[in-house]
């Protein structure tokens, strides 16, 4: 079983920076591919940024340039740094760990962004 705890969120005024963590348990972690995603009330969980075991990365339009997904495998760690962070980008923020057969979720942190 594996075990996914996302840390970072918060409030934060338009324009500000966010930098969200997720810490997995267990021996897999360098060899997942790991996500972020979100979500807001009455709507689907978006992807956000995704990054492979050998580092490469993809963002959603709408938080390319603004957004960067990293990871950090002697730490068991992910995270995503948030810039030029927008009103719209207020939701719950999930990381993911995704396997082959399998695929594990983090019990989200909230971010809110003020106008």
């Known amino acids: 079983q594996v075990h996914l705890v996302e840390s970072g969120g918060g409030l934060v005024q338009a324009g500000g920076s966010l930098r969200l963590s997720c810490v997995a348990s267990g021996s897999i972690f360098m060899m997942s591919a790991m996500g972020w995603h979100r979500q807001t009330p009455g709507k689907q969980r978006e992807l956000v940024a995704t990054?492979?075991?050998?580092?490469?990365?993809s963002y959603a339009d709408s938080v390319k340039g603004r957004f960067t997904i990293s990871r950090d495998n002697a730490k068991n760690t992910v995270y995503l740094q948030m810039n030029s962070l927008k009103p719209e980008d207020t939701a719950v923020y999930y990381c993911?760990?995704?396997?082959?057969?399998?695929?594990?979720w983090g019990q989200g942190t909230q971010v809110t962004v003020s106008s």
């Open positions: 990054i492979t075991s050998g580092g490469s990365t």
């Open positions: 993911r760990m995704m396997l082959p057969t399998t695929t594990y």
